[in-house]
């Protein structure tokens, strides 16, 4: 999308064809506009571009006119129509529609007026599969300038380490740091690896980089490369992203038509560089990287100890540097800006901004990138926009199935590696799934682990068996037949699966378990001593009885799937319990408030 309100020939009509655009509908009224300006060719250009995070508000189109640019949400058809006619051809926006512009205020003003944008600079503001729009938002020119003004390889190095950026993949090591190792160690080939294995439930951020901002990845990449003199590259992106991997072939592509990829790089003689992408068949393990290595190479996707670690023998037993998108997103900009521009945002040990994806019981689902040191209360009440349906917020999941939950009293933690930390949570790649009143905490802790039980590779028995019987235990107590020492099994069981296994899946595997234990054990104790779920959430814990306010409609009858509820005509019914299956049909069903949940 283009910014600015250059007095222009033709009104420019944009549309967000990112995935969660085109799962929303954004394809037919792209469609429906090619129709229109095949009829109405002198009065507005046609583009398109990806995701601008404002997912919850999906599809969006977006205007610029003689006066300024306007971004319109939940556009159907009719809507299109609508606004081609008054706003297009009558030079009158349709305000109500409008969720944020330059020139008037928008419903969601505040979501992307709150933002600082490095990582997602470009998504959204240009047409991802255009490397010529890339280059006009200074793209590929931090490369040029270090190829061009003769920027040393430790020069490029300490500009990184200077800018105090930590990989964003979830470990949070320095990235210069990484750098250097990797430069260190000497070898006739070396290779930078882009972990684009985004597998965490509820995150999305890579997706939408990648799609949304291809270049900036793969030029990101190519510094990296040259300051450790590596010879090849690997972008390793799970083939569930399928538009994610169209458009990084393609801009692969035209990378090397530019002369950005490939023998002697824009001229540089002796710096040959390409990369290529492999498709990931899904394993969650394999963002682990010596998993990941083994993947590219061909094997079974499984860890292995460390050391040596990948900086001196990675793939194919060469040093090699692994990264993930957003780490590799930010070089370009920390080179064209400089790293003093960088540090100035954050806080002293986690310099710059995070892109963090909202998702579960938010108002504003999507994607959002802050300055290190805002809290978690800002984002999920400024940016966020709160809670769906004014419920309570509980606790918000970070880190994913490595994560842990952060309970809504710790709500005024800063975003940072340490401070997350500290919560027993962890940063993650930055997924965020927050939770209101309505949500079980044990079902929370049973969800995660039953996740990563599922994606352990095997290899360690502690990981492969141990996770089994945390999760057999889970599933006891959200049954209401838990025991008391079920909790002291959880905890014994998870500091042994910590110590004992090889990778950060193993290692990390209880955390949700753990911190939902430290910060909800009364829910704990509740499923186990009182037989019930506080949240009413637990399926085989509920029970559903017919009140004193039932009018004998029948219509919880009708849609009882076991026929477990009985009644004559306008008197009150009731609930066989042994035939009721607890699936909530009749609660969904009744106007009258005459079904209880408990």
């Known amino acids: 999308m283009k910014e600015g309100t250059d007095i222009m020939d033709k009104i420019k009509v944009v549309v967000g064809l990112g995935s969660c655009g085109v799962a929303a509908g954004a394809n037919k009224v792209y469609h429906r506009l090619l129709e229109i300006e095949s009829e109405n060719k002198d009065l507005f250009e046609l583009g398109k571009t990806s995701c601008i995070g404002m997912c919850y508000r999906e599809p969006l189109v977006e205007i610029t006119d003689t006066k ?26 349709v305000e109500n529609y409008i969720v944020h512009s330059n020139v008037v205020k928008g419903d969601e003003q505040d ?26 938002r200074n793209g590929y ?8 003004e003769g920027i040393s390889e430790d020069d490029v190095i300490k500009t990184v380490l200077d800018s105090g950026l930590r990989g964003r993949g979830g470990g949070g090591f320095p990235t210069g740091m990484k750098w250097k190792f990797a430069r260190g160690y000497k070898s006739d080939e070396k290779y930078v690896i882009c972990n684009a294995d985004e597998g ?19 030029e990101g990449m190519i510094i990296a490369a040259y300051a450790i003199n590596a010879t ?56 682990e990287e010596t998993a990941l290595i083994a993947s590219v190479e061909g094997k079974r996707g499984m860890p292995k100890k460390r050391p040596p670690f990948p900086a001196e023998a990675g793939l194919w037993a060469k040093p090699t540097n692994i990264n993930n998108v957003e780490t590799y997103a930010n070089i370009p900009w920390i080179i064209f800006h400089g790293a003093a521009e960088y540090a100035k945002y954050g806080t002293e040990k986690s310099k710059g901004t995070k892109v963090f994806a909202l998702a579960g019981k938010i108002r504003n689902s999507g994607l959002v990138e802050v300055p290190m040191g805002i809290t978690l209360n ?27 939950c952060i ?25 965020m799934v927050v939770m209101d009143e309505t949500t079980c905490m044990v079902d929370v802790a049973k969800f995660f682990l039953n996740f990563t039980q599922k994606e352990s590779c095997g290899k360690c028995t502690f990981c492969r068996i141990g996770t089994k019987r945390m999760l057999e235990i889970l599933n006891r107590i959200s049954e209401g037949i838990g025991e008391e020492e079920d909790i002291e099994k959880l905890q014994e069981l998870a500091a042994q699966i910590k110590d004992s296994s090889l990778c950060g899946l193993g290692q990390t595997a209880p955390n949700p378990v753990l911190t939902t234990l430290k910060y909800f054990r009364h829910e704990y104790e509740a499923h186990i001593r009182e037989k019930r779920c506080p949240a009413k959430a637990c399926k085989e814990l509920i029970i559903y009885e017919i009140n004193d306010k039932c009018i004998g409609c029948g219509a919880c009858a009708r849609v009882c799937p076991t026929k477990a509820i009985t009644g004559e005509k306008k008197q009150k019914h009731i609930i066989d319990q042994a035939k009721c299956i607890k699936c909530g049909a009749c609660f969904d069903t009744c106007k009258f408030s005459s079904i209880d949940k408990n």
Request: charge should be neutral; glycine fraction near 16%; proline fraction near 4%.
């Open 68 to 93: 300024g640019t306007y971004l319109y949400g939940d556009v159907d058809i009719k809507r299109i129509d609508e606004i081609f006619e008054k706003h297009i051809k009558g030079s009158a926006p």
């Open 111 to 136: 979501f992307v007026d709150n933002q600082i944008k490095i990582v997602l600079r470009n998504c959204g503001m240009m047409d991802p599969e255009s490397i010529e729009e890339y280059e006009a």
């Open 141 to 148: 020119k931090s490369i040029k300038k270090i190829l061009q």
């Open 200 to 218: 965490d439930p509820g995150a999305f951020m890579d997706r939408s980089v990648l799609e949304g901002d291809p270049h900036s990845v793969i």
């Open 232 to 287: 090849g590259g690997v972008i390793y992106c799970r083939a569930e992203y399928p538009l994610a991997v169209k458009r990084l072939n393609l801009a692969l592509q035209q990378a090397r038509d530019k002369g950005y990829l490939g023998k002697n790089v824009l001229g540089k003689q002796g710096f040959n560089f390409d990369l290529y992408v492999k498709e990931g068949a899904g394993a969650f393990v394999c963002g």
């Open 378 to 404: 800002d984002v999920i009440f400024k940016l966020g926009g709160g809670i769906k349906e004014g419920k309570k917020f509980k606790a918000v999941q970070m880190g994913g199935p490595s994560g842990g």
């Open 407 to 431: 309970p809504a009293e710790l709500g005024g933690t800063i975003i940072d590696y340490d401070s997350v930390n500290a919560t027993g949570a962890i940063m993650g790649s930055g997924g």
